[in-house]
């Protein structure tokens, strides 16, 4: 201790000792020896020194740590999201923060000092509705010393965010309870999940309302899921589904199908095209589907599972089915209408030859001797033509071109005064049974096109009965509305008689009826039908504004429902058809018609009958002799369809002409622009092909007819 200065009093020692308290711990009191209780107190004087100079370089080292640690405790700080935090709470229950970090800045706009110095600042901007339950999990942790999280929303500048709070506490030394904790903010995630779930819920509100089927099925096949409307279709609930693939749920032949698209179509580009097949219900049944099916991968990109929407298309096939009947009934009703057309074209041309061939021959007879070789050869040529002259009518009738004389017809009434006629035409064997409505029912019709009707019905019935059997006639009042109308494209609504005719006989199948309206089919052997009977019978209800329809099945007979217009009309009494005899006249008549052989038959018809005759071959023909004769003129006998101008339109002129003149239509049909388009008039009319008799009586009832 040679360089520590001796220190012999006590100031020294004092001296000493301040330094020391200065930070200079090299200062050291000397031992003198002189005296005993000073030597004592320098030497603890010096230990006291030393041992002061040993702390302070020990507390040194200790703030160097401690700056360290402060240093990596705020980078620390730095990084970890959200908000720490210390807190205890005060005797009056407000929550005080020792530390709050940073964070508190980002999360909740306020200044940790702020934080520190008055806790309320956080408690009070919790959300009304959350503090209850905060308050709640806060006591039970301090009081249980266990850890709590919860989410909870605050307040922040009037926006309401969510946050995650979690915390643990411990009893410190002193005695009190303190809590270590941090705050994450996790709106984003909160209103991400709020998001998905209100995704969720109309994703399933979807599924679970849509009106199609949805199911899913594993790569094995087996049902994992489907929505109510699946459940549904296939009678099974979602737990029985579970049980099953969707092979046991589809028909065999629909196997190889399914197994193909999913092989060719979902697994190869992820979805199918949309195809058809059936499903089978849990009770057995079957019914068809429109089905399109997707694949679902996991997370690695594998195929997981596939999922089927489905629609049941039951009642879709059925519309289709009666859209093809109906497009079906309305081709075959088209088909008859153009073969009606060609039907009424070829019968007006062939009457013009008739008339020819019927008149030449009558002419011919009528200058024979009575027993000539020849009349024997002349009259079979007369009832041949004869005979063909019904075809021609029955053709005209299929066509709707005859001149009808319609008049208001009890049905009943009319029925029932033909009834002996078509018993004795039926035969013994068939019983007819006639069933009549209550209600007299009127229509509007020419009488001989009824009993048309009833014949050839009658006729077709009695052939199908060779063995016997019942022909079952009815009539009945109905009322036809639109819902009817839309499943009989042919029909339309109103009020209608409804003619029944059925028979018990052999019945027809599919083929032949999709034939039977067609003029010339028939199944009848040669010789024993024209094939015209049903023909004729649709054309007569076609012209009559009706409609007809057939039911037969091969051994279950056949019957016709024939609708006609219904009227409220009652009808005096049936013409007695009684014929005036043909007698010779006198007078001028103009002749007008195309056909030179028709012009030159009649022309010697109306000689022979007593006329004077001036002939014309063309409507402007007529006018021009009309210009020229005026007076001269009786009558006008002009065919009905001729090039350039029709009948009709001749009569409006000649009458310009000469308005006293009588005029006489004829002709082999009657177009629906022309006769029946003029029905309110009274149209002195007779049809081809014509006797030299009808002739006569015609001219005589148009002479007779008064002017006005």
Not at 561 to 571: D, H, I, M, P
Request: charged content about 25%.
């Amino acid at each position: 201790m040679d360089d520590v200065p001796e220190t012999s009093s006590i100031g020294g020692l004092l001296g000493a000792v301040l330094k020391a308290c200065g930070g200079d711990t090299s200062a050291r009191s000397r031992v003198s020896g002189k005296d005993q209780d000073l030597d004592a107190l320098a030497l603890a004087v010096n230990q006291l020194i030393a041992l002061l100079g040993m702390k302070t370089a020990e507390c040194a080292k200790a703030l160097e740590a401690c700056a360290a640690a402060a240093e990596r405790y705020q980078r620390l700080e730095a990084i970890i999201p959200g908000l720490a935090f210390v807190y205890r709470f005060l005797p009056d229950g407000i929550p005080y923060f020792p530390y709050v970090s940073a964070g508190v800045r980002d999360l909740f706009h306020l200044e940790p000092e702020d934080l520190m110095r008055d806790g309320s600042l956080l408690a009070n901007m919790a959300h009304p509705e959350d503090r209850e339950r905060r308050d709640r999990a806060i006591q039970q942790s301090f009081e249980t010393l266990r850890p709590f999280r919860m989410q909870m929303r605050h307040i922040v500048d009037g926006e309401i965010r969510w946050h995650d709070v979690m915390s643990r506490v411990q009893r410190e030394p002193d005695g009190c309870v303190q809590g270590y904790g941090i705050i994450l903010e996790i709106t984003g995630r909160k209103r991400a999940e709020e998001a998905l779930r209100e995704s969720e819920a109309k994703y399933r509100h979807l599924y679970e309302s849509m009106m199609d089927g949805f199911a899913t099925v594993n790569m094995e096949g087996r049902y994992t899921d489907c929505n109510p409307t699946y459940e549904r279709m296939l009678g099974y609930s979602r737990e029985e589904l579970r049980q099953l693939t969707y092979y046991d749920s589809t028909p065999e032949k629909w196997h190889p199908l399914i197994a193909r698209i999913a092989e060719e179509q979902v697994l190869a580009r992820g979805f199918s095209d949309v195809y058809e097949k059936e499903y089978r219900r849990k009770d057995g049944s079957v019914f068809p589907v429109e089905l399109r099916t997707f694949l679902m991968r996991d997370g690695a990109g594998r195929p997981s599972a596939m999922c089927t929407v489905a629609r049941d298309i039951t009642e879709r096939k059925k519309a289709e089915e009666e859209r093809s009947e109906l497009e079906a009934r309305l081709f075959e009703a088209q088909k008859l209408e153009s073969v009606g057309r060609l039907a009424g074209g070829v019968a007006h041309d062939f009457n013009n030859m008739l008339t020819v061939i019927l008149g030449f021959t009558r002419l011919a007879l009528s200058k024979l001797r009575p027993y000539d070789p020849l009349s024997a050869d002349l009259a079979e040529i007369e009832k041949a033509a004869t005979h063909s002259k019904e075809i021609t009518r029955q053709l005209l009738a299929f066509s709707r071109r005859q001149i009808v004389k319609r008049q208001p017809t009890n049905l009943n009434d009319l029925i029932a005064s033909r009834k002996s006629m078509l018993s004795r035409l039926i035969g013994e064997d068939v019983d007819l049974r006639f069933f009549p409505s209550e209600e007299a029912q009127w229509v509007n019709v020419d009488t001989t096109q009824i009993e048309q009707i009833l014949v050839n019905l009658a006729v077709n019935a009695r052939d199908a009965m060779p063995q016997g059997g019942i022909l079952t006639v009815e009539t009945e009042g109905i009322v036809i509305d639109a819902a009817y109308c839309r499943l009989h494209p042919e029909s339309t609504p109103g009020n209608y008689v409804r003619l029944t005719i059925g028979d018990t006989g052999a019945g027809m199948d599919r083929e032949t009826l999709a034939h039977c309206f067609e003029p010339f089919f028939t199944t009848k052997e040669t010789g024993r039908g024209t094939g015209l009977g049903l023909a004729t019978v649709y054309g007569i209800v076609k012209q009559n504004e009706g409609f007809v329809y057939v039911q037969s099945e091969p051994g279950r007979g056949t019957t016709f429902q024939v609708y006609l217009r219904a009227t409220g009309v009652a009808s005096a009494s049936l013409e007695t058809g009684l014929e005036v005899p043909p007698a010779k006249g006198e007078g001028t008549i103009l002749l007008v018609e195309d056909e030179e052989m028709v012009r030159r038959l009649t022309a010697e018809m109306l000689k022979t009958l007593g006329y004077t005759v001036v002939s014309a071959g063309t409507p402007a023909e007529a006018l021009s002799i009309c210009q020229t004769a005026k007076r001269d003129i009786d009558l006008v006998l002009t065919d009905v369809t001729m090039p350039g101008m029709n009948g009709m339109q001749l009569r409006d002129q000649v009458l310009a002409l000469m308005p006293e003149v009588k005029v006489l239509f004829m002709s082999g049909f009657a177009s629906n622009n022309i006769l029946r388009g003029n029905a309110e008039e009274s149209l002195d009319f007779i049809q081809k092909p014509f006797s030299m008799n009808d002739l006569g009586r015609a001219i005589r009832a148009a002479l007779a007819r008064d002017a006005a």
